[in-house]
């Protein structure tokens, strides 16, 4: 290789600009060179870009802010990242200290779903805000050849960013970008750091008990409201794909395009979304069920002061989800040391055969260990095992193991209320 090739691609490993000739191409020869289909290519808004002497395919198109996809128009994720500013709370989904322009959010396209090497990605595409638009860029892979102009593009491409926004990309797609970039990585730049927001963890936060799956495709429909028309469904993409590079007509990876640009601008609805229901959650647009995931979520980061104020107004409410929110509120005022206050809701839920499991044994504990009361740890224990000894016998190694547990606990506070009979005859444990 030339020693001007040589020097074009250390700059590029160590993120230095190296001019329009390594951005396009490193010759005109090399250039001039005919790309299959490249009008078609052009009519999809797609173009080659040449690093050395490879090519990768460039899509990009752009869409005001004020364009709708599903229910929301894009800007709406300008307006959430702006109310994160005044946020004063510690949340996973934060985008406090950023701009909405910080934010990528992307996904890729890839020949299978294991993580091994043999699985190759072909598409990374994104979206981004920039300005009064939303652009979405579509990195291709004409050929398996042609990683190297790939990767050297993108990663050129997102410079410094720092942010991915994802459904499933902190265990698949970026995981895969990077053993992908191991086989390149002495010819292209060096993979930046990123922080990660993924929203299929937020999703199933939400939503698990209340969709059927929390698939995007599902999350799209029900809680987005966006409806794919002439979709290609994403376990089409390998298989055109193959069939696109026996014949690299841009008509046969067309939809795949498309898919994947919805993908990304799902993504950036869903964040808004999302960001609203933790920033807004007492607007009165959430479910019951939504505001208290958003408690235990808060309380899952350590935010207790807004955890146990949710569940305060959930716990006085009229709807399904009181009586678990008051236990969930009476473990909180238990774990802060408010033992009395514990106490009384979890009477009250034992009083109405509510969760008597859970709140009996937790109550047990405060009579024994706060109350010092042993008997009355005893009789609370004896009716939990009591109501749970039939379901164990019918149920899983859990449920037999909890019952186990609770009959040791049952037979020590008997020794120890006997223990107290013995001592104090004719009264009961101070």
Known sequence: MALKGKLSRLKARMGVETGSQSEQTVS???????VPYEQSWRQLHAKPAWFEDEYSIIREVSYDLDKNHGRYPLRQVVHQVEKWQEHIANHPLSAKGMHVEELLFFDTETTGLSHGAGTTIFMLGYAQVKGEEVVVKQHFLPGPEREVALYHHFLHDVGDMKNLVTFNGKAFDWPQVKTRHTFVRDRV????????????????????????????????????????????????????????????????????????????????????????????????????KEQFEVARWYEAVGELG?????????????????????LRLAHLEKKRGRFERAQGLYETLIERDLFLKEAGIELAKIYEHQLKDAEKAFNVTKKVFMSRKEVARLTNKHEKAFLAATENRLRRLEDKVRKSQTLFPGQAQD
């Open 28 to 34: 005109h020869s090399i250039a001039d060179q005919k």
């Open 306 to 326: 807004i955890s146990q104020s949710l569940y305060e107004q959930l716990a006085q409410g009229d709807h399904s989800i009181q009586a678990e929110a008051m």
């Open 189 to 288: 730049p060096y993979l930046p750091k990123f922080g990660h927001y993924d929203l299929l963890h937020a999703s199933r936060r939400l939503w698990k008990e209340l969709l059927p799956s929390c698939k995007l495709s599902v999350v799209e429909q029900e809680i987005l409201h966006f409806h794919r028309e002439e979709d290609t469904p994403g376990y089409l993409a390998p298989m055109l794909y193959f069939d696109f590079l026996q014949d690299p007509d841009p008509e046969l990876v067309k939809g795949v395009f498309q898919h994947n640009e919805w993908d990304v601008l799902s993504l950036l609805t869903l964040y808004a979304h999302l960001s609203a229901s933790i920033l807004e959650v007492n607007s009165g647009q959430l479910l019951a």
